[in-house]
């Protein structure tokens, strides 16, 4: 009896460590920003609202979310993405007649430290030699 019980537990076992999965296979990618909308200077302690707008490549990209990294003053700033890994992946042409409008996001950033400079990073892409692309915006702080 014991080691029926026993057969039976080792085969719940190895049937519910199956690999067989029904959840789609995704990852994560950067997106460049195509254009950015924020003010020429910041008020000391005011939040501002800062305007990104992209392009989607294709129908399995889907917004994730704004990536904000900071060293000091120097903000760099990209659009996070999930990709679904999908067989029916179409590629997005901005240029057709029937092109949808570019994608936006914005995020708040509150201003601190009178009289410094923000220089923000923005990641517009690779070049042909895969290193990171960047349009860089100073923006100083008043009081």
């Known amino acids: 009896m014991k ?7 080792l085969g719940l076992v190895l049937n519910s460590c199956s690999t067989d ?9 950067l997106l460049p920003i195509s254009r950015c909308e924020m003010p020429y200077r910041f008020t000391a302690g005011e939040t501002y609202e800062l305007n990104m707008i992209f392009k989607m490549p ?8 704004i990536y904000f ?14 990709v679904y890994e999908r067989n029916d992946c179409q590629s997005i042409d901005y240029n057709a007649a029937t092109a949808p409008n570019l994608t936006s996001e914005k995020f708040n950033f509150t201003a601190e430290g009178p009289g410094t400079t923000y220089t923000f990073k923005i990641w517009t892409g690779k070049n042909e030699q895969g290193e990171d692309l960047y349009y860089d915006i100073n923006v100083p702080v008043d009081n």
Do not use: M, R, W
């Open 21 to 29: 999965s029904t959840e789609p296979e995704v990852y994560y990618e």
């Open 69 to 82: 990294e900071g060293d000091g003053n120097t903000k760099t700033v990209a659009i996070q993405s999930v």
């Open 58 to 65: 294709t129908t399995c990209h889907v917004y994730k979310g």
């Open 3 to 9: 080691k029926i019980l026993l057969l039976l537990f």
